[in-house]
């Protein structure tokens, strides 16, 4: 059995905000060992309509984290909280 990420991404192709926020998570999960993933955005026509001016949208645990940029200092202590 895998373990849930606890960290998901919210992306869509061609974003640069995407990209920064991407090495921001990665960074952070490689330092705590979290797992995270990426859903595109536009693969769902819900997640279009709730998120499509928001993205990248972060969440951790399932509750929404940040969106547009992803600061590292706070993405660790929700890890770590």
Avoid: K
Wanted: with cysteine; glycine share 4%.
């Amino acid at each position: 059995m895998t373990e849930q990420p606890r960290v998901t991404i919210l992306v869509r192709q061609n974003c640069h905000l995407c990209d920064e926020a991407l090495e921001v998570v990665r960074a952070v999960c490689a330092e705590t060992g979290d797992q995270w993933a990426t859903t595109d955005v536009d693969s769902d026509p819900d997640l279009v309509r709730r998120y499509t001016d928001q993205v990248p949208v972060t969440f951790v645990d399932g509750a929404q984290h940040d969106f547009w940029r992803v600061d590292a200092h706070r993405l660790r202590m929700a890890l770590a909280g």
